[in-house]
C-alpha cells in the first residue's frame, strides 16, 4: 500500500481566498507530482518536482505555485482562489528514474464558491 | 488529436466476460501505465510496462513499442471491477482519456 497522504481531502472555499493544498510522502520518492482533473475528465499534470528545491510546470497552465524543500513535503498554494479552480487535485509520487510507478494520493476535492 | 486514445469510452459487460481496453499513443515513450479510478476518485496503478507483458492476477496488460499500441485484459470480469482504467505515457505523462468499465452482475 502506498504511503502517500493528501489533505484536505475536501475544501468548500470563497473566492479570492489563499489555499494550501497537503502532499507528504514516506517512501523517500525524490520525484513528485500535481495534477488536475475535473469530474469526468482526463487527468493533466500540472506540477511537478525531481527532487528538493526543483519545481517544474506540466503541460497545463495553472495559477497555482509548489514548493519542495523537503523530500517528503510537495505543497501546492493558490494564492486567491477562484470558481474555475474548482477541480480534483491529486498528488503521486515516483521513484527517480524513467517510468517509475506512480503512487497516487486519494485526492483533494477543491469546490471555489 | 489526442497524443493517447483510448477505446472502447465506455464498456459495460457482464459478470465473467472478458474484456480488453486498449491504448494507443503517437509519442515515444519510456514507460507505459494502466491506472485504475474508482468512483470516488481514488487512483491505483495496476501496471508499468516497457516491453511485453505483464500479469497480476485476472489482470494482463501487453505493450507493442513498434506499433505504439497497449491493451489491459481483464478475465473473469467482477463487479468490483467497475472503474475507470487510464492509460498514461511516461514522458512528461500524458493521458488517456479513461474508459468507464461497468461489470453487471
Known amino acids: 500500500e502506498a504511503d502517500i497522504y493528501q489533505t484536505p481531502r475536501y475544501l468548500v472555499i470563497g473566492t479570492g481566498k489563499k489555499i494550501t493544498l497537503e502532499c507528504s510522502q514516506t517512501m523517500g520518492h525524490d520525484k513528485m507530482y500535481w495534477y488536475q482533473q475535473d469530474p469526468g475528465m482526463e487527468l493533466h499534470l500540472i506540477h511537478y518536482?525531481?527532487?528538493?528545491?526543483?519545481?517544474e510546470k506540466g503541460d497545463l497552465s495553472s495559477e497555482s505555485t509548489v514548493s519542495r524543500i523537503r523530500t517528503e513535503h510537495f505543497p501546492l498554494t493558490l494564492e486567491s482562489a477562484r470558481p474555475s479552480h474548482t477541480s480534483q487535485y491529486l498528488c503521486?509520487?515516483?521513484?527517480?528514474?524513467?517510468?517509475?510507478?506512480?503512487?497516487f494520493g486519494p485526492g483533494t476535492r477543491l469546490l471555489v464558491l | 488529436k489526442n497524443e493517447v486514445e483510448q477505446s472502447p469510452q465506455n464498456l459495460t459487460a457482464q459478470e465473467g466476460e472478458f474484456i480488453t481496453i486498449n491504448c494507443s499513443y503517437s509519442v515515444g515513450i519510456s514507460a507505459l501505465h494502466w491506472l485504475q479510478q474508482h468512483p470516488g476518485g481514488g487512483i491505483v496503478s495496476l501496471f508499468m510496462?516497457?516491453?511485453g507483458k505483464k500479469k497480476h492476477g485476472r489482470l494482463i496488460a501487453t505493450i507493442n513499442i513498434q506499433e505504439k499500441h497497449s491493451s489491459l485484459h481483464i478475465t473473469a470480469s467482477h463487479p468490483r471491477d467497475s472503474a475507470v482504467y487510464i492509460c498514461a505515457v511516461h514522458n512528461d505523462m500524458r493521458f488517456g482519456a479513461g474508459t468507464r468499465l461497468t461489470v453487471k452482475p
Open positions: 518536482s525531481y527532487g528538493v528545491n526543483s519545481t
Open positions: 510496462l516497457s516491453s
Open positions: 503521486a509520487s515516483s521513484e527517480i528514474g524513467a517510468g517509475g510507478t506512480q503512487y
